[in-house]
Each structure stands twice: as C-alpha cells, then as structure tokens.
C-alpha cells in the first residue's frame, strides 16, 4: 500500500468500516510509514476534540427564552 | 397518508416517531419533548452556517416553526431529526442570503479548490494538547480553525463527527450525493487536521538541550499563536 492509496481510505480507517484484509495491509503500512501514522492519529485526534468541546454554546437562560417563542408560535400556527 | 411508516428494514420505531405521532393528534407537549431535544443542534448547526448569533437564533425558531407547521409532508422515511436539519440548513442559506444581498449562497461555496486535500505537517501532537490551553483560549482555537474552512466543508464535518449523522443522513439533510459528502469529509478532516497542528504539534527542543534538561523545564510552548 502507498501513501496515497492509503490517504485515500483514510476516512473508512476512521469510521472503522475496512474489510479484514484491508486492514492487515494498512497495519504493515503504518508499521513503516511514520507519516501515515501521524496523520491517522492527529486527525482521530482533530474528530475527538471537537466532538468533546461546544464551541457555540447556548446558555440555559438563552435557550428558554427561545423555547418559550418557539412554542408560543406553534400554539399560534 | 398521514401515518408514518417506520423506516424499512427496523424492527423497532425510533422514539421520534411516536412524538411525531401524538404531535399530529394535537399534542403540543410532544412538540416541546422534540424541540428540547433538538434545539441545541440545531442552534449549532445555524451557528455555523450563519456564523453569526441573532442569526441561529432566528433560524433555530424559524426552523421549528417551520417543521411544525409543515409536519404533514413528514413521510418518515428518514430521521425526523435529518428532516429538521435539512429545514434548518435552508432557513441558514436564505438568511446569509439576506444579510449578502445580490450575492448567490450555497452549499457548493468555495469547495472546488484543491487546498489542503494532501497533508503537508507531519509533526506528532502533544499528548493531551488541548491540556495545554485554557478554556477559552482553546474555545477560540477551535473556532477560528473551523471559521476557516468552506462553508460546505464545515457543515458536512459538524453533521458527520460532532453530530454522529451517516454519511447518507448527512448527505440527505444537505441535498448532496454520498460521493460529495464523503470527498468533503475527507477534505474538511485533513484540512483541519493541518491547522490544527500549528497549535498541537509536540515541540521537540534540540537534542543536547533535551539530555541537559530533562522533566519540570521542558520546552513545551503553549502560547496561543498570533
């Protein structure tokens, strides 16, 4: 496997969905290719942190006021 | 014509259903279960189509709005919740719309370019680098990273990764085909992946330094970059 034919599976690496096989070739790629290993780990990494930090949060006080339109509309519909 | 079917090929009905169901009886309170549960993405997602506040939250009421009143064309044979993305995504397009008048808005903005498809920074990251940054300031990291991408690069990373929809159910709710979804994922991870590196990437000091000083001196920067 290169570098390119493995970038180009790099998001099926991710979302975990590679046929048996094909992950025995990745393993024997990764196990050589330094840079490959970085960018599968970091960008695991970049998923991960963005999926646990809220970066446009909505405070309670906010999203009550906008519940209570949201609903006094719909009772108006 | 009203009732909804599950979707094909599950057993087991996805609680929105039901909610769905009674809301069409003239159960309101199953309109408020539904918006309660939703409300925060959807916020998000306008959030980050519109990048601007009274926007998403002017397209977060339209929207809900919008998928009540129009609860009849609901067939079931998605995910309410990718429904209502769907209605979100183009209540977001018609107020850029607004604020950019003349100017065409659209998922397809900006996503012919090459940039960014091949990585370039090989460097490791720190373990745990977000560790290295308070909240705010990595609040703001992450903001700006993300601000930076295409808008259509963006929303198909939030509904993918953040979001947790299928390639399909994003590729659904944004009115794109699975191959364009899926090209965009790949470019959205990479390029967010390189940028984030600048702020994440592990500083390896020089090896005489490293031997000379070792644990509680090490040369890990944590300045946020200008």
Redesign the interface.
Known sequence: MTCTEF?AI??DV?DESIAAETRAEIEVHLRKC??CE??L???R???E???C????E?PTE??ER??V???T???K? | MSTIQPLAGQDEQHPDVALVSRVRAGDLSAYDTLVRKYERQLFRIAQHITQNREDAEDVMQDAFLKAYEKLDQFQGNSKFYTWLVRIAVNESLMRLRKRRTGRVVSMDEDVQTEEGSVPRDFADWAPNPEQNYNQSELAEILKKTIQGLPQGFRVVFVLRDVDGLSTEETAEALGLSVPAVKSRLLRARLQLRERLSRYFKRKTPPVSQATAAPQGNGPMGNGVEA
């Not at chain 1, 930090?53 to 446009?56: C, F, R, S, T």
């Open positions: 970038l790099l998001d991710i330094g840079h970085v960018v780990d970091t960008t990494k970049t998923i942190i963005y999926r930090h809220e970066i446009y909505l906010v999203s906008l519940h339109a949201i609903m509309k719909c009772k519909a």
